[in-house]
Nanobody, 122 residues
Framework: QVQPVESGGGLVQTGGSLKLSCGASGGSFRGYAMGWFRQAPGKQRNFVAATPTSGGSAFYADFVQDRFKISRDNGKDLVYLQMNTLKPEDTAVYYC???????????????WGQGTQVTVSS
């Protein structure tokens, strides 16, 4: 069992950048695909990006539009989400999660972090 722990959220202006990190507590991300999801107030949790166990080709949500990049460092048990050209509509709580499958479906993710708030001001 592994507990993802997110960090790196904060307040940024439109057009700015943030890099989120996700570390492993109580276990390892080894053998898991890792995903980032986000949830805005009053809305459902949506897929953002996912990376396979090897860190190869990733999945991205359409709204990312080449602005975000997911990566992982298996040696350090860390997963990152680099977010550029941020927009007010990117404001949400961002969650890191682990899955036995490389998938966009949040129902397939087993372990979830507590989330980190990202706020983009206009």
């Amino acid at each position: 069992q592994v507990q993802p722990v997110e960090s790196g959220g904060g307040l940024v202006q439109t057009g700015g950048s943030l890099k989120l990190s996700c570390g492993a507590s109580g276990g390892s991300f080894r053998g898991y695909a890792m995903g980032w999801f986000r949830q805005a107030p009053g809305k459902q949790r949506n897929f953002v990006a996912a990376t396979p166990t090897s860190g190869g080709s990733a999945f991205y949500a359409d709204f990312v539009q080449d602005r975000f990049k997911i990566s992982r460092d298996n040696g350090k048990d860390l997963v990152y989400l680099q977010m550029n050209t941020l927009k007010p509509e990117d404001t949400a709580v961002y969650y890191c999660a682990a899955s036995a499958r490389f998938t966009r479906n949040p129902s397939d993710y087993i372990y979830w972090g507590q989330g980190t708030q990202v706020t983009v001001s206009s």
